[in-house]
């Protein structure tokens, strides 16, 4: 069996030996083999491994996520799909800002005044202050809102790009499993369920299993939550539902 010390993985896939280190202190990725005199080797399958982990760095995914995505059981097939059902996301995205962007500039070169749809294109799909302004006007008074308001504020661009790479990581999971054929409560779709929760929780507000099934319900009452998830995947906002509600059963269960 072939195998590798840290430093030669550190210069054959250029991660620094302090990197590879910190990762074998937390047990993201533990070196499986040893040599005869104890030091500790890299093999095949901890160098697949370590694939993964890097990629999930590049999506901007933090440390303790990555750690639960590949605990979750899925073979490194599963974790390249996801992978790239992501990357083609933000490459559909950055196409179409690509595109609106180049239509501004040729309308500020031939001085053309901008039509609201065409202005429009530059917001894209997600951003919306009207939804901001009812969502305040609803919940503005409550502790979550307050809470996540608080934690957003101090959030920077970068920030922001992590937070939705994470929710893409989210939806990814939540769509593998739809489109697999397995049930809201397998365990893949309510590991999915699980970190929908928390990511919640640890980005906007403290998120409860009975708190998160009241949001379930609500996309599927709400037709606008309920597009977002559909445009995904049809079927996918019951799925979502579903699939939290058996994940709030098995904690509860358990606890």
């Known amino acids: 069996m072939t195998t590798w010390t840290v430093g030669q993985v550190a210069d054959l896939f250029g991660v620094t030996v ?39 760095r590049r999506l901007e995914l933090p440390l303790d996520e990555i750690a639960t995505l ?12 996801r ?23 040729e309308r500020e070169m031939s001085n053309e005044p901008a039509t609201p749809e065409e202005l429009k294109e530059l917001f ?8 901001e302004q009812e969502a305040q006007e609803r919940w ?34 939540l769509v593998a499993a739809l489109r697999s054929g397995q049930p809201p409560t397998s365990e893949a779709a309510m590991d999915a369920a699980e970190q929908h929760r928390l990511h919640i929780h640890d980005r906007f507000y403290e998120l409860d ?14 037709p606008r939550f309920t597009k977002t998830y559909e445009d995904l995947a049809p079927g996918l906002a019951g799925y979502v539902r579903d699939a939290i509600h058996a994940n709030a059963d098995r904690h509860e269960t358990a606890g």
């Open 83 to 105: 992978q790239r059902a992501t990357v083609m996301t933000r490459l559909d995205e950055l196409r179409e800002l690509v595109t609106a962007i180049d239509r501004a500039l």
């Open 124 to 131: 894209g799909d997600g951003f919306s202050d009207e939804y």
């Open 209 to 222: 299993h009975t708190f998160h099934r009241a949001l379930a319900d609500m996309y599927v009452a709400d």
């Open 18 to 56: 302090r990197t590879l280190h910190h990762y074998d202190a937390i047990g993201l990725l533990v070196p499986s083999a040893r040599s005869r005199a104890g030091y500790r080797l890299y093999t095949a399958a901890d160098l697949t491994r370590l694939q993964q982990v890097v990629v999930y």
């Open 140 to 173: 503005g008074d409550t502790d979550a809102w307050k809470q996540s308001a608080a934690r957003t504020k101090r959030y920077t661009k970068a920030d922001w790009a992590q937070v939705k790479a994470e929710m893409e990581a989210v939806n990814t999971a």
């Open 70 to 81: 590949l605990g979750g059981g899925e073979d490194a097939a599963d974790h390249l799909r």
